[in-house]
């Protein structure tokens, strides 16, 4: 069984989080160390869904630095009263994509969709001390927030709790598999 943590990790090395989505422990015949994701959106991970020519149900992973030998996925497993059948399978490199918490700081106003409330001096000290910069309207006396920006030109957030401010988050390698759903009529 994966931790939680780990489970948000891996979510969040290949953004599944700004989706909404997450992957979940696997079914017990894929294996202790297996993650899954069902009905997947291929393009979170680099794949493209055109590149398949048959549905995928399951996306199956299996992080590995290389260290450990390759997982083998089985070729058809049953779960309940549903059964999987393997039709592709592969290995993701481990990669170091961008966070999407860059940003600046700005002039707190108090509009819908802004924090509540202005960063403490502390923390716009540790912002600056961080690297980040500042709108060029803003004045003395001005109470600050953080805005995000999404642009790689602009300073990670420094308290960001994906990438824990330096900008770039983790997608662990390792090796994958599709499967899809075998329906009852086709054997």
Not at 30 to 41: H, I, R, S, T, Y
Not at 153 to 161: G, S
Request: proline share 7%; with cysteine; charged share 30%.
């Amino acid at each position: 069984m994966t931790t939680p943590a780990r489970l948000k990790e891996l979510s969040v090395g290949y953004g599944m989080d700004g989706g909404g989505y997450e992957f979940e422990d696997a079914p017990e015949p894929l294996g202790g160390a297996v993650v899954v994701w069902g009905d997947p959106d291929l393009d979170y991970l680099g794949l493209q869904d055109e590149d398949r020519d048959c549905p995928v149900d399951l996306f199956a992973f299996a992080p590995n630095s290389g260290h450990f030998p390759r997982h083998e996925f089985p070729k058809s497993f049953k779960e309940g009263d549903q059964r999987y059948v393997r039709v592709n399978q592969g290995d993701l490199p481990e990669s170091q994509p961008e966070c999407n918490c860059n940003g600046h700081l700005a002039v707190f106003t108090g509009a819908a969709g802004e924090p509540q409330k202005p960063l403490s001096g502390g923390q716009v000290a540790k912002f600056l001390k961080a690297g980040a910069l500042i709108e060029d309207d803003v004045e003395d006396g001005d109470e600050l927030v953080w805005e995000f920006s999404d642009k790689t030109a602009d300073t990670p957030y420094p308290d960001c709790d994906r990438c824990d401010g330096d900008g770039f988050v983790t997608s662990s390698g390792g090796e994958w598999a599709f499967y899809r759903l075998l329906w009852d009529d086709e054997g």
